[in-house]
């Protein structure tokens, strides 16, 4: 039995695709786990250089202190400016996560966190205020999601 030289090409084409689509979809998922990686070193950078500004800032810590001592309301411009400003990094933060969380370059292992962290506050009346003050800021489904978690721990208060 003779094979054609067609069907001998069209066998070394086949295997040339298919060899090619391997080597994309290994490509590509090696693009994907970069990219998460990237996703998570990034996250956990934001919360190295939170804490640290919280654990080397004394104007900072005075400003906590007056506006957990004299509530919000009732403390100077500048610890209200100083706590308002560090609770919208934060808060910034999460809806980052939450976008990379939303679209799967942040997995669930490394959402969590997060999520906890958010429900852990979402009962504290300063975090709470600052987040209708600035909530206008954030993108639509992060609103959404923290409004959603408020409403969860609207029971308990910190």
């Known amino acids: 039995m003779k094979i054609e030289k067609k069907t001998i090409f069209d066998a070394i084409g086949l295997i040339a ?3 090619s689509l391997i080597f994309v979809g290994l490509q590509v998922r090696q693009g994907t786990i970069a990219t ?3 996703t998570v070193a990034q996250l956990k950078d934001s919360w190295v ?3 640290l500004i919280e654990a080397s800032n004394p104007d900072l810590a005075k400003a906590w202190l ?5 509530g ?13 400003g560090f609770i919208r990094t934060l808060m910034h933060t999460w809806s980052n996560a939450y976008y990379h969380h939303r679209i799967g370059t942040l997995d ?13 506050v979402a009962s504290n009346k300063i975090y709470i205020r600052v987040w209708n003050n600035w ?3 954030y993108d639509e489904p992060f609103r959404i999601r923290f409004d959603q978690i408020i409403s969860e721990n609207s029971g308990s208060e910190t």
Request: no cysteine; hydrophobic share 40%.
């Open 135 to 137: 909530k206008f800021i």
């Open 36 to 38: 998460k990686a990237s």
């Open 17 to 19: 695709i298919v060899g």
């Open 72 to 84: 919000f309301e009732n403390a100077s411009p500048v610890s209200q400016s100083l706590v308002s």
């Open 108 to 120: 669930e292992e490394q959402w969590n966190p997060v999520l906890r962290e958010m429900q852990l």
């Open 49 to 51: 250089q939170l804490n």
């Open 66 to 70: 007056d506006v957990r001592t004299n």
